[in-house]
């Protein structure tokens, strides 16, 4: 079990149309993905930057957690995601070693991955987030990777 690179940074926004032009004109990048999560109430939209994606996000509703954060702390990176071959490893883990978990079992995420969040308190002020694509091992499934 171990964190294998940085899967993706997201980063809160008001409005992905704006900052899409942002990313575009002004780095240059391509939007490859857009996709609204349902269950986190928000709006996502996604850039390659070698290895590493960027996501935005957008508030879908006024309860979303990004609105509230965006409210709390205006537009800015939001977490930090570690793509991990284990998720369900990464989490027992953690919480041994004293870690506040947000989810103690994954969810499902944008771009078909399964995802799981530590709470900022305790790792820093840094919301954590771990992340799988599905069908990886720890589904009990076979062992093939995409």
Do not use: W
């Not at 149309?17 to 269950?39: A, M, Q, W």
């Not at 109430?41 to 390659?48: G, L, Y």
């Not at 960027?54 to 509703?61: F, G, I, K, N, R």
């Not at 965006?70 to 071959?85: P, R, T």
């Amino acid at each position: 079990m171990s964190i294998k690179k940085i899967d993706h940074l997201g980063i809160a926004v008001r409005s992905l149309d704006e900052s899409i032009k942002y990313y575009e004109t002004v780095l240059g990048l391509k939007c490859e993905h857009r996709e609204e999560v349902p269950s986190q109430k928000v709006r996502t939209a996604f850039f390659a930057v070698g290895e590493v994606h960027v996501e935005l996000l957008e508030p879908t509703a006024e309860d979303s957690p990004i609105a509230k954060f965006l409210a709390k702390n205006g537009e800015g990176i939001h977490h930090v995601a570690f793509g991990s071959d284990d998720v369900v490893g990464q989490l027992a883990q953690a919480k041994a070693a004293g870690a506040q978990l947000i989810h103690e079992t994954p969810i499902d995420g944008a771009g078909n991955k399964l995802v799981a969040f530590l709470h900022p308190k305790s790792t820093h002020g840094v919301l954590t987030e771990f992340c799988q694509p599905k069908g990886g091992c720890s589904c009990g499934g076979d062992h093939h990777h995409h």
